[in-house]
């Protein structure tokens, strides 16, 4: 069974950066497909990114899309979010999901075989 565990939150000003780290144990990420989730405060988790473990072919949601991108590290075993012009709307807890064997479709997951702890992103002045 794979664990995964984030990294990489914080505090940032609008327009800022920051690269999450969404690293696994447990089993090798590139026969998983990994999706980002992320829940706002008050506001249900929304699906953020999918990316194949087959081909690395990555789908976003339209409100991250030119401002997220996704990277895997296979020597690492280690998926990265790197997040670029960043809104307060952006502000949430962060995850990493994976489901074994999956071929990305749009930017969700079907179903889920591991989850991450989060972590917290806030984007403020």
């Known amino acids: 069974q794979v664990q995964l565990v984030e990294s990489g939150g914080g505090l940032v000003q609008p327009g800022g950066s920051l690269r999450l780290s969404c690293a696994a144990s447990?089993?090798?990420?590139?026969?998983?497909?990994i999706g980002w989730y992320r829940q706002a405060p008050g506001k249900e988790r929304e699906g953020l990114s999918c990316?194949?473990?087959?081909?690395?072919?990555?789908y976003y949601t339209n409100s991250v899309k030119g401002r997220f991108t996704v990277s895997r590290d296979n020597a690492k075993n280690t998926v990265y979010l790197q997040m670029r012009s960043l809104k307060p709307e952006d502000t949430g807890v962060y995850y990493c999901?994976?489901?074994?064997?999956?071929?990305?479709?749009?930017?969700?997951?079907?179903?889920?075989?591991?989850w991450g702890q989060g972590t917290q992103v806030t984007v403020s002045s």
């Open positions: 999901a994976v489901e074994k064997s999956y071929t990305c479709v749009d930017y969700m997951l079907l179903s889920f075989d591991g």
């Open positions: 447990g089993s090798t990420l590139d026969s998983y497909a």
């Open positions: 990316t194949s473990g087959t081909d690395d072919k990555t």
